[in-house]
């Protein structure tokens, strides 16, 4: 072995990068979730079948925006020949994507609650109108903690990476 592979540090994929493919496989699960689901209910239960079928679009929606984030990500796209520290461009993304994913994250957890919600209280055709309503009502009303939860997301993410690599960010102003 040469000594300079032993003393320059191993970057590996940026956290923005893994966390955009996690997602992608979450989404996709929930993709093959919401289709199963649709034929399930399509022959067992017709009145329903729509239920099964309303997050799809919007899950091939999302699906596809983070194969965008996740090309955006990875390390042949943000990182120099030869780099061998985290730039202030990785920490920014990371914090970026950190915070799309809380949102992303929030937003699916009321819908899924306001669903169970619909579910429990109303018959099988009202359900999807009912669940839409009240996830609309519910984003409304949780719009300014939204914001807080992204932002606290944000900076654990920033202090997460800046303690990781603390001499990345002091190089990088150094350079400016």
Do not use: C
């Not at 649709?38 to 899950?59: D, E, K, N, Q, S």
């Not at 609650?113 to 669940?131: H, K, Q, S, Y």
């Not at 690599?165 to 190089?171: H, L, N, Y």
Request: charged residues 20%; negative net charge; without cysteine.
């Amino acid at each position: 072995m040469n000594s300079t592979s032993t003393t320059q540090p191993v970057l590996g994929e940026p956290d923005a990068h893994i966390m955009m493919r996690r997602a992608k496989t979450t989404v996709r699960w929930l993709l093959i979730v919401a289709l199963v689901s649709t034929i399930v209910m399509f022959l067992f239960v017709r009145p329903a079948a729509y239920l099964g079928a309303i997050p799809i679009p919007i899950l091939f929606v999302i699906d596809v925006v983070l194969g965008l984030l996740e090309r955006q990500s990875r390390a042949t796209a943000i990182r120099e020949p030869g780099q061998q520290s985290i730039s202030k461009k990785e920490i920014e993304l990371d914090v970026q994507d950190a915070g799309i994913l809380t949102g992303l994250g929030i937003v699916f957890l009321l819908a899924v609650g306001t669903f169970i919600i619909a579910a429990a209280l109303f018959d099988w055709p009202l359900v999807g109108a009912v669940a839409t309503a009240g996830f609309l009502l519910a984003v409304l009303i949780n719009i300014p903690y939204l914001y807080l939860f992204v932002q606290e997301a944000e900076r654990d993410e920033r202090e997460k990476v800046t303690h990781q690599a603390p001499e990345a960010a002091d190089s990088e102003e150094m350079h400016r």
